[in-house]
């Protein structure tokens, strides 16, 4: 079965910088285009970003655009996300998943549903 498993999530400050990981395991990880969503208190989960299998298509949310970035390293099965300028509404947990259908990205046209697999969660804290 697919497991994913984020790290890297913490408290930091307005300005301030962080990375996650995601780890994954129990699939083809070069096989699936892979995304990063986050979920505020209150809030529905947001899709933020997202990569294509080999690496070479990108979407960012409005929200992050020019302040976040994705990135993978098939050899070890991992997705990252650069964060940086921090803002405090982008407090929230952040999760990644794998993308439904292998071999297939959607880009900008995804939503929550194109997803099967959902990491546990890290939070992530910006104060201001």
């Known amino acids: 079965q697919v497991q994913l498993v984020e790290s890297g999530g913490g408290l930091v400050q307005a300005g301030g910088s962080l990375r996650l990981s995601c780890v994954a395991s129990?699939?083809?990880?070069?096989?699936?285009?892979m995304a990063w969503f986050r979920q505020a208190p209150g809030k529905e989960r947001e899709l933020i970003a997202t990569i294509s299998s080999a690496g070479s298509m990108t979407y960012y949310a409005d929200s992050v655009k020019e302040r976040f970035t994705i990135s993978r390293n098939n050899a070890v099965n991992s997705v990252f996300l650069q964060m940086s300028n921090l803002k405090p509404e982008d407090t929230a947990v952040y999760f990644c998943?794998?993308?439904?259908?292998?071999?297939?990205?959607?880009?900008?046209?995804?939503?929550?549903?194109?997803?099967?697999?959902w990491g546990q969660g890290t939070q992530v804290t910006v104060s201001s």
């Open positions: 998943a794998t993308r439904r259908a292998p071999r297939s990205y959607g880009g900008s046209r995804d939503t929550e549903n194109d997803y099967a697999s």
């Open positions: 129990g699939l083809t990880f070069s096989s699936y285009a």
